[in-house]
T-cell receptor
Framework: KAGVTQTPRYLIKTRGQQVTLSCSPI?????VSWYQQTPGQGLQFLFE???????NKGNFPGRFSGRQFSNSRSEMNVSTLELGDSALYLC?????????????FGEGSRLTVL | AQSVAQPEDQVKVAEGNPLTVKCTYS??????LFWYVQYPNRGLQFLLK??????LVKGSYGFEAEFNKSQTSFHLKKPSALVSDSALYFC???????????????FGGGTRLMVKP
């Protein structure tokens, strides 16, 4: 069974640009979550999508947005990039119900903002 | 608001010795507790979880964790450490009972485990 796939793995952008990251969950998983990982702030929850609906949102500015498609694939977008947005962005998929919280993570997309 | 604390940034043990990685939590209500491990340049991998029942939970790779409600702790343990256990370990909490809780986890800051040969 294929794992969670994130693309691109690495990218470099400049301040003010925007970026779109993609995540393909494990087949059958309908929940997709996004987390930002930085050395200073650690792992922080961005948002979660389930059946194409945003179920939860973390404490991030509106520049961070996401969506989920009917095949459960998800994208997140960051507009007007700032230096502080440099981070590893992790996508995780999960089953619902009793398996909630058991997240299967991708290897992440490492974003560098110059 | 819920929070998770991992008081040690780094834990060093010798191979073959027992290891403990500490985690304490603060939530209102009964938590779901998790441990995840992250190897260099990789995503996180689920190790184990506590929802209810036996306070000692067994997980992957020989790890186990002990839930202690009175001390609000969920320490990760392994009887005999391996060099290959060297990685970054994260404790996390999810509060159930909220219809919209979903898979929103709050993570601790992480503990780097170094196992020396």
């Amino acid at each position: 069974k294929a794992g969670v796939t994130q693309t691109p793995r690495y990218l470099i952008k400049t301040r003010g640009q925007q970026v779109t990251l993609s995540c393909s969950p494990i087949s059958g998983h309908r929940s997709v979550s996004w987390y930002q990982q930085t050395p200073g702030q650690g792992l922080q929850f961005l948002f979660e999508y389930f059946s194409e609906t945003q179920r939860n949102k973390g404490n991030f500015p509106g520049r961070f947005s996401g969506r989920q498609f009917s095949n459960s694939r998800s994208e997140m977008n960051v507009s007007t990039l700032e230096l502080g947005d440099s981070a590893l962005y992790l996508c995780a998929s999960s089953l619902a119900g009793v398996a909630a919280g058991e997240l299967f993570f991708g290897e992440g997309s490492r974003l560098t903002v110059l | 608001a819920q929070s998770v604390a991992q008081p040690e940034d780094q834990v060093k043990v010798a191979e073959g010795n027992p290891l403990t990685v500490k985690c304490t939590y603060s939530v209102s209500g009964n938590p779901y507790l998790f441990w995840y491990v992250q190897y260099p340049n990789r995503g996180l991998q689920f190790l184990l979880k506590y929802i209810t029942g036996d306070n000692l939970v067994k997980g992957s790779y020989g790890f186990e964790a002990e839930f202690n409600k009175s001390q609000t702790s969920f320490h990760l343990k392994k009887p005999s450490a391996l060099v290959s256990d060297s990685a970054l370990y994260f404790c996390a909490v999810r509060v159930p009972g909220q219809d919209n809780a979903g898979n929103m986890l709050t993570f601790g800051g992480g503990t780097r485990l170094m196992v020396k040969p």
